[in-house]
């Protein structure tokens, strides 16, 4: 059985008039879902990503960002227990 997501726009323009008022909410329906999901992968990509760097790559890693993009940086000291709950939260955001 073929469903709507095998099937290509052009297919299913050529069929729109055999189908009924069912069809038609359900393929609504699955557009919406695509673009809710495509604005939810849009946002998710719009920030980067989590790196640990020494304090030698400070400098380096900071002014090759980019001009208009932010930093956070987590400055922390090995063997505090919150700084994994920290930085758990922070990848998560990212």
Known sequence: MT???DVTSGEL???EDEFNEEDERAIEIYRWQRLAEWKATKLKNKFGEIL???GKNYIQE???VGEGLWVILHLYKQGIPLRA???QHLSGLA
């Open 13 to 15: 323009e050529d069929h």
């Open 3 to 5: 469903t709507y997501e």
């Open 52 to 54: 640990e760097i020494s």
């Open 85 to 87: 709950l920290i930085k």
């Open 62 to 64: 900071l002014t090759k």
